[in-house]
């Protein structure tokens, strides 16, 4: 065996999170990050009904959808307050380093291939499973303001809310009280079942995998972020983007 695969396996096999650890454990990484974060969007969803604003469409309709999700970080923050840690220290929100991006490049050297792969596979036995009617809740085509708010709230402020609960409060919570492999693990497979459909719990499960990784080799949760961000990216230049050429 080479050197730099020898390497490779061996951060594998070692792969941990060290001084990233966190401070709490799963308990607190499922009541408060996965319990708590839907119960407040529960709350959130039933006000917005009462006001009759979840009928609203386009553009304004994707920022009330996305303040809700927004919303699911509540608990998070509040519980780092009250716990007296820091929450930029304590969400890995650490100041931004040129080395994450190239980690992120080389997260999505893996994620894309991988679940190409994944999805090749599942659609020679089951096609159908692959089939996701994802509503997003604004029209493909748009321009102008419609088309920025569906760029703020897919490629920025997805992904880093989604990273904060999922990589940065469930995965190191599960990862304290086991190991770093069972948090990459058993928080992927979280993140895929929120998604819902077959299809979408597929692929954000292979993701989910490869930020946890990222996480975990950097210390920070800015790989993961952008590599989150690289992938909604991408489905933003195909879904609205590429109509309009």
């Known amino acids: 065996m080479s050197d730099s695969a020898g390497s490779s396996t061996h951060w594998l096999r070692r792969l941990s999170l060290g001084p990233a650890s966190a401070s709490w454990g799963w308990l607190e990484a499922i009541l408060i990050g996965l319990v708590l974060d839907v119960a407040v969007q529960v709350a959130l969803i039933s006000l917005l009904d009462n006001f009759e604003l979840l009928d609203v469409e386009g553009a304004w309709g994707l920022?009330?959808?996305?303040?809700?999700?927004?919303?699911?970080?509540?608990?998070?923050l509040v519980y780092l307050k009250v716990s007296r840690f820091s929450i930029r220290d304590g969400?890995?929100?650490?100041?931004?380093k040129l080395r994450y991006v190239w980690l992120a490049l080389r997260g999505a050297a893996v994620y894309v291939p991988l679940a190409l792969l994944v999805a090749t596979v599942v659609a020679a036995f089951a096609p159908d499973v692959l089939d996701v009617d994802q509503e997003l809740g604004i029209e493909v085509g748009v321009v102008g303001f419609e088309l920025a708010a569906a760029f703020l709230v897919l490629v920025i402020i997805t992904p880093l809310v989604e990273e904060i609960i999922y990589r940065g409060f469930i995965f190191r919570g599960i990862a304290k009280s086991t190991n770093t492999w069972v948090g990459v693990i058993i928080s992927s497979l979280i993140f895929g079942a929120v998604h819902g459909q077959i299809g979408l719990v597929i692929d954000t499960f292979v993701m989910g995998m490869v930020c946890a990784i990222l996480v975990a080799r950097s210390g920070s949760l800015w790989s993961a972020v952008m590599l989150h961000a690289f992938k909604n990216g991408l489905a933003f230049l195909l879904l609205f983007v590429q109509p309009l050429l």
């Open 63 to 76: 920022i009330i959808t996305q303040a809700v999700a927004i919303g699911g970080v509540l608990p998070i």
């Open 91 to 96: 969400l890995l929100l650490l100041r931004p």
